[in-house]
C-alpha cells in the first residue's frame, strides 16, 4: 500500500496499491480489504499509464509564515 487518502465524495478512502500482477491486487483487495467489516463498498480502477508522477512536493513558503504575515 503506497498511500491512503481520506476523501470527500463517494467514497470516504482512496488506496494506492502498487503490485506485481493484477492476481496480485486481486488478492489483496479480496482477502484484505473487503474483509475489513468497516468496509462496505470498494470500487477498483486500474491506471493504463501514469504520464507523471512525484514523491514529494515542494512547498513555496510555510503555512505559519502565511498566518503571521497575515496578523
Known sequence: MME???MHSRFDLLLKI???SLEEIRDIV???IR???QIT???LMTV???IKEEQSVSL???IS???AAAT
Open 4 to 6: 491512503i487518502h481520506e
Open 18 to 20: 502498487r503490485a506485481r
Open 30 to 32: 479480496v482477502n484484505k
Open 35 to 37: 474483509r475489513l467489516p
Open 41 to 43: 463498498e470498494a470500487e
Open 48 to 50: 493504463l499509464k501514469t
Open 60 to 62: 513555496k513558503r510555510d
Open 65 to 67: 509564515d502565511a498566518t
